[in-house]
C-alpha cells in the first residue's frame, strides 16, 4: 500500500497570511506514461463531504479559487493557500490513485491564529 | 450535475451484516474511465478507503477489510451497493460512496451516512 504521510497535523495562520501543507508517499505517484502526478488534494469543513480542490498534483479544479495551488512530483508535494481565509478553516487532506488501495493523508487541520 | 446519496441502516447491531446502498444521477456506471467507491470516516477521524467498482465490473477491496466487503452495481437503477459483515462497534462512521473520474483519480462525493454499530 502507498502510505502519504501529512505534515503538519495542523496549522494555525493569520488572516491574509500563506498556509503551507505538505504531503510525503511511500513511493512515487507519477505515472510514467501520462507524465502526471496522480495525487488529490480534499478539503473538508465540519459536517461536510470533502471536496476536490487540485488534481493532478497542481490542476486546480473548476471553481475552487486561485489562492489554491498545488505542487510537487514523485514523492512530496505541497497545498498552498497563499492568502487564508475564513472560510478556510477546514481539515485538508491528500489522496492517491496511482494504485489500489486508493489511500489517504492522515488530514492537515488549518485554524485562524 | 453529478449527484450521489448513501441510503441504509443509522444503527446496526454487532454482528449483523451493514447494506448501505448508493443512488447517483449525472453520469452512467457503464460509461468507461468511470467508477464508483466507498470511503468511510470514524468521528473525529481521517478517511478510509474501502471498495471501488468500474465501469466495466472490475472491483477492488482494502486488503484489511476485503473478507468482510461486498460491492455490486445495478446499472439500470444506477445504484451501487456495498455489504459488510460481521459489523463491530470500531466499524462506527460516516460512509461516503463518491463518483471517481479514473483519467484523474479523482473523487466526486455523496452527502454520508452516520452508521452506529451498538447493542
Known amino acids: 500500500d502507498i502510505v502519504l504521510t501529512q505534515s503538519p497535523d495542523s496549522l494555525a495562520v493569520s488572516l491574509g497570511e500563506r498556509a503551507t501543507i505538505n504531503c510525503k508517499s511511500s513511493?512515487?505517484?507519477?505515472?510514467?506514461?501520462?507524465?502526471?502526478?496522480?495525487l488529490a488534494w480534499y478539503q473538508q469543513k465540519p459536517g461536510q463531504p470533502p471536496k476536490l480542490l487540485i488534481y493532478?498534483?497542481?490542476t486546480r479544479e473548476s471553481g475552487v479559487p486561485d489562492r489554491f495551488s498545488g505542487s510537487g512530483s514523485g514523492t512530496d508535494f505541497t497545498l498552498t493557500i497563499s492568502s487564508l481565509q475564513a472560510e478556510d478553516v477546514a481539515v485538508y487532506y491528500c489522496?492517491?490513485?496511482?494504485?489500489?488501495?486508493?489511500?489517504f493523508g492522515g488530514g492537515t487541520k488549518v485554524e485562524i491564529k | 450535475q453529478i449527484t450521489l446519496m448513501e441510503s441504509g441502516p443509522t444503527l446496526v447491531k454487532p454482528t449483523q451484516t451493514l447494506t448501505l446502498t448508493c443512488t447517483f444521477s449525472?453520469?452512467?456506471?457503464?460509461?468507461?474511465?468511470?467508477?464508483v467507491g466507498w470511503i468511510r470516516q470514524p468521528p473525529g477521524k481521517a478517511l478510509e478507503w474501502l471498495a471501488l467498482?468500474?465501469?466495466?465490473?472490475?472491483?477492488r477491496y482494502s486488503p484489511s477489510l476485503k473478507n468482510r466487503l461486498t460491492i455490486t452495481k445495478d446499472t439500470s437503477k444506477n445504484q451501487v451497493v456495498l455489504t459488510m459483515t460481521n459489523m463491530d462497534p470500531v466499524d462506527t462512521a460516516t460512509y461516503f460512496c463518491?463518483?471517481?473520474?479514473?483519467?484523474?483519480?479523482?473523487?466526486?462525493w455523496g452527502q454520508g451516512t452516520l452508521v452506529t454499530v451498538s447493542s
Open positions: 467498482i468500474y465501469w466495466d465490473d472490475d472491483r
Open positions: 493532478w498534483a497542481s
Open positions: 463518491a463518483h471517481l473520474k479514473a483519467v484523474a483519480g479523482t473523487l466526486n
Open positions: 449525472g453520469f452512467s456506471l457503464s460509461t468507461s474511465g468511470v467508477g
Open positions: 513511493q512515487s505517484v507519477l505515472y510514467s506514461s501520462s507524465n502526471r502526478n496522480v
Open positions: 489522496q492517491q490513485y496511482y494504485s489500489t488501495p486508493l489511500t
